[in-house]
């Protein structure tokens, strides 16, 4: 299914003629993913542009991008390779096994997670953790623990940020977390969907800093009330905004909403998202509507949050970006 969001007339009312730029980073989403990203034909590469385009039309300064798996990392390497000059919208590696593909890492042989991870200095460890979807329990659950401790340990050893993946096993996590003698530095729970009570003992846990990443979908979707009671309550300090795209797409109907608005308080300017693209395919210029809905589930501007959330970006993944206006 494919959309097309509708220009605003530029005799749209004039609400505010100077509006702050707000500056975001995608927290998590996976850029390199071939719904997103392909060098097949000269149409897919027009689609990718567009991509980029909307992002950097968005504001969003970098991506988090995240490699699940041997043969993803070297696709990942290959999208990091063709967009290294480009200054105006940085990607930030991240590189992991994901419960899902558990079984293809030996936690005795690391040396290919340890090698990519030693080229990229700058790259974070992830994602990585424990899953009980109907695909995660393809894996037995004590291959996927023994799995995520290694790559843990790992992320600790060579002081990276982690990022965490974890599907109706939160308080197998928390414990495995609770028992480890040493923990990466930061840990970024990535689309958390835990009970909200739960946040307490991760942000308690001792040598590492911990961040709740929300996406788009989660702030937006009625039937996931857990994920705005969580943004609701979260210290500031540990919120994370991100879009997991091109996976978990919000609705038409919020997407609109937000770029509508945004177009009307600058006097009528076209909405960022302009061209056709599917509806069923999420893209890092959405983080947008995560910070939207954020702000309003915290009952605060979105210029403030968008401040904080960038800056606490930057804190997780050691990220040298400009300074928010």
């Known amino acids: ?13 004039r609400l505010h003629r100077c509006v702050m730029t707000l500056l975001l980073i995608d927290a998590h989403c996976h850029l390199h993913d071939e719904r997103l990203w392909s060098s097949s034909s000269p149409s897919s590469r027009r689609a990718f542009e567009g991509v980029l385009s909307r992002a950097r039309n968005a504001h969003v300064t970098h991506v988090v991008s995240c490699a699940t798996h041997e043969q993803d990392w070297r696709v990942l390497e290959q999208l990091l390779g063709q967009l290294k000059h480009d200054s105006s919208l940085q990607m930030v590696p991240v590189f992991g096994v994901h419960p899902w593909w558990a079984q293809e890492l030996s936690p005795d042989s690391l040396q290919p997670l ?12 992830g994602e990585i953790g424990l899953c009980k979807t109907a695909r995660g329990k393809q894996v037995p659950a004590d291959v996927q623990v023994e799995t ?7 992320a600790a050893e060579l002081e990276r940020s982690c990022v965490l993946h974890c599907v109706g096993y939160y308080g197998k996590l928390l414990e495995i977390l609770q028992g480890v003698g040493r923990l990466p530095s ?5 689309s958390y969907s835990g009970p909200p009570n739960m946040m307490r003992s991760f942000l308690a846990l001792q ?3 911990v961040f709740f990443s929300l996406n788009a979908k989660q702030l937006t979707d009625p039937r996931m009330k857990k994920a705005a009671a969580c943004c609701k309550e979260l210290p500031l300090d540990a919120l994370l905004l991100e879009t997991d795209a091109p ?5 038409v109907e919020h997407v609109e909403k937000v770029f509508v608005r945004e177009a009307q308080e600058v006097g009528g300017v076209p909405l960022l998202l302009q061209e ?8 890092p210029a959405l983080v947008k509507l995560a910070l939207h809905s954020a702000a309003e589930v915290r009952g605060v ?3 403030e949050l968008a401040v904080a959330v960038y800056q606490n970006c930057k804190e997780a993944f050691g990220i040298n970006g400009p300074k928010p206006n």
């Open 1 to 13: 299914m494919a959309i097309l969001l509708r220009h605003v007339p530029t005799s749209a009312p």
């Open 114 to 125: 340890r090698d990519v991870l030693t080229r990229y200095p700058e790259a974070s460890v």
């Open 148 to 154: 995520f401790r290694a790559q843990l340990e790992l």
């Open 186 to 190: 930061v840990l970024v729970l990535h």
């Open 207 to 209: 040598g590492t800093r």
């Open 247 to 251: 996976d978990q797409a919000p609705s």
């Open 276 to 283: 056709e693209h599917s509806a069923d395919v999420n893209e």
């Open 301 to 303: 501007a979105a210029d």
